[in-house]
């Protein structure tokens, strides 16, 4: 398994378990079929290099520019191109909701922290719907977009999720993972998997909130709040601001996010718990954002982007992240300010202290999933 590139989808492994064990047969079914293709999809690259010859002006170097493929309910990637950029809507809803939320992820990345897409030097994005027939997932491959349409083949009141283009935030979340693979590269096991997971949430609801032009204080701060049909007993995927309280349902069980490091759970399960430890970062940049007030991307954000964006080294601890965001906001804002004093009190919140010592500094990139072994293989030997 690549620790640095790997699949990463929207619905965590325990959830889909819990409904392949609990589902009725057509929905228990549609959970293992699920797990079972995204197994095979790791270590799998898909290609895109056709992309580049289909739009040579647009392969990278200018600005927003993003194309929607169908994979036509195949595995085939990128599939056909449906819609891009500059082009009206199409009938399809899932391509156009595909082509506006990378838009607005864009929109937030470029016009907050001046970034030019995923790569920082203009990379296209690329987004397929209708990955395999009414898959329950979506994910990013490393290069790209992948949606699944959920379960509209199921009969309405066996339904469980809506398709995956539905959610801003959902779709945010993906892009965030290759803005991080082009950045600090956490590798994606345990603590720093968790970091991966919990940048992608916070970015994932900051293009929902720059969107909507929404204050701190008035964000429900869930992640994927319009995936689940009323069928569910959930308010979304994850919650930032109550970890552990986005869902209580029969079948997926109760969300099993913790938001306290009395609380951080040990597995070997989800890569070492990527999704589950993942709300104890998030709920400290809840608690920071909601002290600091106004809006979230423009002070808390960008302490958080900055952070992000090549600062952490790929193998941080929480420890790590909070010592650096509490640093950085010191740097922007000034050492005891009241945007360090606010950084300090979100990640104290979770119980984590700033330690004041230097971060440990960001290593030296390293290409493939060789880097990503032996930055393992350390972590394994210090754990000794
Ligand atoms: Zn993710």
């Known amino acids: 398994m690549c620790l640095r590139k790997p699949v ?149 009141g066996d339904r469980i999720f809506n398709r995956f283009t539905t959610s801003v935030d959902v779709i945010g979340h993906e892009l965030t993972h290759g803005v991080i693979q082009n950045g600090s590269r956490l590798m994606y096991w345990g603590q720093s998997g968790a970091l991966n997971e919990s940048f992608a949430d916070v970015f994932g609801i900051l293009v929902r909130q720059y969107r909507d032009r929404q204050p701190a204080r008035t964000s429900d701060w869930l992640i994927g709040a319009g995936i689940f049909t009323g069928n569910i007993r959930a308010k979304g995927l994850r919650s930032m601001i109550e970890p552990g309280n986005a869902y209580e349902d029969p079948m997926l069980g109760r969300d099993p996010q913790p938001g306290h490091m009395s609380a951080f759970v040990n597995t070997t399960t989800d890569n070492a718990g ?31 982007y900055e952070a992000m964006d090549g600062r952490l080294a790929e193998v941080a601890t929480f420890q790590e992240a909070a010592d650096m965001t509490i640093k950085i906001s010191g740097e922007m804002f000034g050492s005891g300010s009241l945007e360090q004093q606010a950084i300090t009190n979100g990640w104290k919140a979770v119980g984590i202290y700033y330690s004041g010592k230097a971060p440990k500094p960001a290593a030296p990139k390293s290409g493939g999933c060789l880097g990503t072994f032996l930055s393992f293989a350390a972590i394994v030997r210090g754990n000794r």
Request: glycine letters at 12%; a negative charge; charged letters at 20%.
């Open 8 to 156: 990463q989808c929207i619905i965590p492994p325990h959830m889909l378990k819990n409904i392949a064990e609990k589902g009725k047969p057509g929905q228990s079914d549609k959970a293992l079929m699920t797990l079972v293709s995204t197994e095979q999809l790791r270590g799998r690259r898909t290609g895109l290099t056709n992309v580049a010859a289909m739009f040579p002006a647009a392969a990278t170097g200018r600005g927003k520019y993003r194309v929607v493929y169908s994979a036509n309910n195949g595995m085939s990637l990128p599939g056909m191109p449906i819609r891009k950029e500059g082009e009206s809507p199409v009938a399809d809803h899932a391509a156009n909701e595909a082509y506006e939320g990378s838009g607005h992820t864009y929109d937030l990345f470029h016009q907050v922290y001046g970034r030019n897409s995923i790569d920082g030097k203009g990379s296209i994005l690329d987004s397929t719907v209708h990955y395999q027939d009414s898959y329950d997932n979506a994910f990013w491959d490393g290069q790209q977009m992948v949606y699944g349409d959920g379960d509209e083949d199921l009969p309405v």
């Open 274 to 304: 990527v999704h589950i430890n993942s709300g104890i970062p998030n709920r400290a940049f809840c608690m920071a954002a909601l002290e600091l007030g106004g809006y979230a991307w423009e002070k808390a954000g960008r302490v958080w």
